[in-house]
């Protein structure tokens, strides 16, 4: 499974943006798929992920604020971003979990919101 993240951009506080991330290769077995991201000097921690049923998970930080969805193949994930904060400055990473277990990652994409 191949991921190809876009849509990271320089936006002003309360602005915003969508990531999309599609997938190729073997997607048929996909069962996860989902962000991540990765603020300077921090760790990697999840955003949000939603399953080939439809439901989702949220990090606190985001509740209210992003929507994320898959398209009705199930290959492509986005994330709508509302009301972005500095705080949500960071490199944003899609993946994609098969029901083997396997995971993937795409290659991040950067996400700069100036105060």
């Known amino acids: 499974v191949q991921l190809q993240a876009s849509g990271g951009g320089l936006v002003q506080t309360g602005g915003s943006l969508r990531l999309s991330c599609p997938a190729s290769?073997?997607?048929?077995?996909?069962?996860?798929m989902g962000w991540y991201r990765q603020a300077p000097g921090m760790q990697r921690e999840l955003v949000a992920n939603i399953n080939d049923r439809g439901n989702t998970l949220y990090a606190d930080f985001v509740k209210g604020r992003f929507d994320i969805s898959r398209d009705s193949a199930g290959n492509t994930v986005t994330l709508h971003m509302r009301s972005l904060k500095p705080e949500d400055t960071a490199v944003y990473y899609c993946?994609?979990?098969?029901?083997?277990?396997?995971?993937?990652w795409g290659q991040g994409t950067l996400v700069t919101v100036s105060s």
């Open positions: 290769g073997s997607t048929f077995n996909i069962n996860t």
């Open positions: 993946y994609a979990v098969q029901f083997s277990s396997r995971s993937h």
